[in-house]
């Protein structure tokens, strides 16, 4: 049974991520969830507080770990050996930049698939942008992500976070 890898922004995992996580590791033999160190965004949390988070709520899924890999994703595939690569589709917005992706990393590590996970309906709205948004204006976001994250984030904001 296959390796595969989850990787992405995580700039701060929400609920959402958790879920395609969980469902993904009953999937698979092993689950590497691996946050990108995008040079080129400039992220609320660090790539090493990113990764402390993703710990903290995977914690009780004994086939997760927890990486980071900065450049190229077709690289950091062949290097590792995975042979699949998660994705989480929300909509269709999602869909054209995902299959082109998904279409260049099997021309560039042809050995790895993508496979997609659709969102569960209730998060199918939530992204990380909409949560730093909320909590940027004091909003809750209670919904959004679980009470551990929550609070860093209005730790990150602060002086900002709602009484
Ligand atoms: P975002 O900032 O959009 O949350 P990420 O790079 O952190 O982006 O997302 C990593 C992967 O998780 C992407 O494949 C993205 O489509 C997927 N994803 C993000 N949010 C959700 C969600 N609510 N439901 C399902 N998949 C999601």
């Not at 092993?30 to 993703?54: C, G, I, W, Y």
């Not at 204006?137 to 209005?154: E, K, N, Q, T």
Request: aromatic share 10%; proline share 5%; glycine share 4%.
């Amino acid at each position: 049974m296959a390796n595969a890898v989850y990787p992405g922004s995580f700039d701060p995992v929400t609920n959402g991520h958790i879920d395609i996580i969980h469902r993904a590791s009953r999937i698979f033999d092993s689950l590497t969830v691996s946050v990108l160190n995008n040079k080129a965004k400039s992220p609320l949390f660090s790539v090493d507080e990113r990764v402390n988070m993703l710990k903290d709520v995977c914690r009780d899924l004994p086939n997760v770990r927890i990486d980071s890999f900065s450049g190229l994703l077709a690289d950091y595939v062949t290097e590792n050996g995975y042979e699949v690569v998660i994705r989480g589709l929300r909509a269709i917005t999602d869909f054209e930049y995902e299959l082109q992706m998904a279409q260049t990393n099997r021309k560039l590590s042809p050995k790895a698939d993508t496979v997609f996970l659709t969102t569960s309906l209730e998060y199918a709205y939530l992204s990380s942008t909409t949560v730093r948004e909320v909590a940027a204006f004091g909003g809750d976001i209670s919904l959004f992500v679980p009470d551990l994250i929550a609070d860093r984030i209005y730790a990150k904001l602060r002086p900002i976070k709602p009484e």
